[in-house]
């Protein structure tokens, strides 16, 4: 312990200290010595540890100030610091929060734009693209538009330009999540699934991973659904492909998102539902998933003229989305859209007004709470929770046996896509006018009901046959990984 202590008195970089740490057998990191605090610095300087092959983040050292802004973003998330003992390994949830924090572009994204170029140039692949609802809310910033600005049109017309043979909405593959958590909801809640509640939301990927890695005795409460990104991406590779009669490994499937720990999500071993079903169990369900700032960066290298392009529709199959769908991407949104889903499936009844415009899950409140009054079942209570700080407050409450919720949202990054770590510099009132924005799109929609999605019952009929089917299971949803500490 001494070796260490002397060598945290040194200016030297975290990849050569944990070379040392090697060296002199040094297998994982004890509480007390070198626990990840916030007091903890590389040096004379704090710094997120990011491991070399961190499939969302890199580290650019040669860029790094040394400032700790990356170390406020991550203990604020209850990550560094947290954990006493990991095999050694840097625990992280791909949230990108760090990203976002660090002024000096020494911690960016992982550039997945080379790798989709590439696709986008191979004649043999055919190359399409899915773009989730809070990226029409925040693309627009990256070439000078407000905050909140619905650039979606423009969006679809900048990936026809790139060169994608199709362009679909995640909104439509929102809705098919809705379908599936909806259904599961109603299955524990009148004891046809024999699982826990509350039941957990599962389609923000850091939150998950969180969850895997200081959780894992919550993992059998949450949602069995995958996310929608990696929903469209199984359906893409079969329904799809049989649709249009090509062979899913000439597929090549990207995704526009506001998330950096999507990159993730997509490489994870068990995303590949749609391959196994074709017999060909290397086919992943998703290829490549780009930030908002990564599509920003190669509409640029493209020089198209983003603001004077004229609007275009999503390709048909998956094209259609509820406002429900759309209020995905800011916090409370799943909740909202559940809950919709959930009272109809409950009572076969239209929702009521109240819960059009559920103010009560809405806002950037850390952790918010409501009750729905649902006539045969009684009251449904709710809990949205954003960020991983405000995460751990509610888990170490149920852990406790004092959540008396039957569903829980659980967001990584402060305000829910709209704030994700892969969307540009984010302040809290561009948080704001990009939720505004989703919001407004679900107020206008004529459609704002998931399960009034034309082509989400399409599916089902020609495909899937209904939410929770045995094919439903095989494609749309996953198992978690307990990691452990």
Same mark, same amino acid.
């Given at each position: 312990?001494?070796?260490?202590?002397?060598?945290?008195?040194?200016?030297?970089?975290?990849r050569?200290?944990?070379?040392?740490?090697?060296?002199?057998?040094?297998?994982?990191?004890?509480?007390?010595?070198?626990?990840?605090?916030?007091?903890?610095?590389?040096?004379?300087f704090?710094?997120?540890?990011?491991?070399?092959?961190?499939p969302?983040?890199?580290?650019?050292?040669?860029?790094?100030?040394?400032c700790?802004?990356?170390?406020g973003?991550c203990?604020?998330?209850?990550?560094?610091?947290?954990?006493?003992?990991?095999?050694?390994?840097?625990?992280?949830?791909?949230?990108?929060?760090?990203v976002?924090?660090?002024?000096?572009s020494?911690?960016?994204e992982?550039?997945?734009?080379?790798?989709?170029?590439?696709?986008?140039?191979n004649h043999?692949?055919?190359?399409?693209?899915?773009?989730?609802?809070?990226?029409?809310?925040?693309?627009?910033?990256?070439?000078?538009?407000? &905050?909140? *600005?619905?650039v %979606?049109?423009?969006?679809?017309?900048?990936? $026809?330009?790139?060169? =994608?043979a199709?362009?679909? @909405?995640?909104?439509?593959?929102?809705?098919l999540?809705?379908?599936?958590e909806a259904?599961?909801?109603v299955?524990?809640?009148?004891?046809?699934?024999?699982?826990?509640?509350p039941q957990?939301?599962?389609?923000?990927?850091?939150?998950?991973k969180?969850?895997?890695?200081?959780?894992?005795?919550?993992?059998?409460?949450m949602s069995?659904c995958?996310?929608?990104?990696?929903?469209l991406?199984?359906v893409?590779?079969?329904?799809y492909?049989?649709?249009?009669?090509?062979?899913?490994a000439?597929?090549?499937?990207?995704?526009v998102m506001p998330?950096?720990?999507?990159?993730?999500?997509?490489q994870?071993?068990e995303?590949?539902?749609?391959?196994l079903?074709?017999?060909?169990?290397?086919?992943?369900?998703?290829?490549? &998933?780009? *930030?908002t700032r %990564?599509?920003?960066?190669?509409?640029?290298? $493209?020089?198209?003229n =983003?603001?004077?392009?004229? @609007?275009?529709?999503?390709?048909?199959?998956f094209?259609?989305?509820?406002?429900?769908?759309?209020?995905?991407g800011s916090?409370?949104?799943v909740?909202e859209?559940?809950?919709?889903?959930?009272?109809y499936?409950?009572?076969?009844?239209?929702?009521?007004?109240?819960?059009?415009?559920?103010?009560?899950v809405?806002g950037?409140?850390?952790?918010?709470?409501?009750?729905?009054?649902?006539?045969?079942?009684?009251?449904?209570?709710?809990?949205?929770?954003?960020?991983?700080?405000?995460a751990?407050?509610?888990l170490?409450l149920?852990?406790?046996g004092?959540?008396?919720?039957?569903?829980?949202?659980?967001?990584?990054?402060?305000?829910g896509?709209v704030g994700g770590?892969?969307?540009?510099?984010?302040?809290?009132?561009?948080?704001?006018?990009?939720a505004?924005?989703?919001?407004?799109?679900?107020a206008?929609s004529?459609?704002?009901?998931?399960y009034?999605?034309?082509?989400?019952?399409?599916?089902?009929?020609?495909?899937?046959?209904?939410?929770?089917s045995d094919?439903?299971?095989?494609?749309?949803h996953?198992?978690?990984?307990?990691?452990?500490?």
């Amino acid at each position: 312990m001494d070796k260490i202590s002397g060598l945290l008195q040194k200016d030297i970089s975290r990849r050569k200290f944990l070379e040392i740490m090697g060296k002199i057998g040094l297998t994982s990191l004890t509480m007390g010595v070198i626990n990840y605090q916030p007091r903890f610095a590389w040096g004379s300087f704090k710094v997120v540890p990011v491991a070399a092959d961190n499939p969302s983040i890199v580290w650019h050292e040669s860029k790094c100030k040394r400032c700790g802004k990356c170390v406020g973003a991550c203990t604020g998330q209850t990550v560094l610091g947290y954990y006493n003992s990991s095999g050694g390994k840097i625990i992280c949830t791909n949230c990108g929060q760090c990203v976002l924090r660090c002024t000096n572009s020494a911690l960016t994204e992982r550039d997945d734009t080379a790798k989709v170029w590439q696709a986008l140039n191979n004649h043999d692949l055919h190359v399409v693209v899915q773009t989730s609802p809070a990226s029409r809310v925040s693309l627009g910033e990256e070439f000078g538009l407000k &905050a909140g *600005t619905v650039v %979606e049109g423009k969006q679809v017309t900048a990936l $026809k330009q790139l060169g =994608f043979a199709a362009v679909f @909405d995640t909104g439509f593959a929102a809705d098919l999540t809705v379908m599936e958590e909806a259904t599961e909801l109603v299955q524990r809640l009148t004891g046809k699934l024999n699982k826990p509640l509350p039941q957990f939301t599962s389609c923000s990927p850091g939150w998950v991973k969180f969850c895997e890695h200081f959780y894992p005795d919550l993992l059998p409460h949450m949602s069995t659904c995958k996310s929608p990104q990696q929903m469209l991406g199984a359906v893409i590779k079969s329904y799809y492909a049989q649709k249009k009669g090509i062979d899913p490994a000439k597929i090549f499937t990207v995704s526009v998102m506001p998330c950096t720990a999507k990159k993730f999500e997509c490489q994870r071993p068990e995303m590949n539902d749609a391959g196994l079903l074709a017999g060909k169990p290397g086919i992943k369900d998703m290829d490549a &998933a780009l *930030t908002t700032r %990564e599509l920003a960066r190669m509409i640029k290298q $493209k020089n198209i003229n =983003f603001t004077k392009l004229g @609007d275009s529709l999503y390709d048909s199959i998956f094209g259609e989305k509820s406002g429900a769908g759309l209020i995905f991407g800011s916090s409370g949104g799943v909740t909202e859209a559940a809950v919709r889903t959930a009272f109809y499936l409950l009572t076969n009844t239209r929702p009521p007004d109240q819960l059009l415009n559920f103010t009560e899950v809405r806002g950037l409140t850390g952790i918010k709470e409501a009750v729905v009054n649902i006539p045969g079942f009684g009251n449904l209570k709710v809990a949205v929770c954003q960020g991983l700080g405000n995460a751990r407050k509610v888990l170490e409450l149920i852990r406790s046996g004092q959540g008396s919720w039957h569903f829980v949202e659980f967001m990584a990054c402060p305000g829910g896509c709209v704030g994700g770590g892969g969307q540009p510099k984010t302040t809290d009132n561009a948080r704001t006018a990009r939720a505004t924005g989703l919001y407004n799109l679900d107020a206008a929609s004529s459609k704002r009901l998931s399960y009034e999605n034309q082509e989400v019952q399409k599916i089902y009929q020609e495909f899937f046959g209904f939410p929770m089917s045995d094919k439903a299971h095989q494609l749309l949803h996953t198992d978690y990984i307990a990691r452990g500490l």
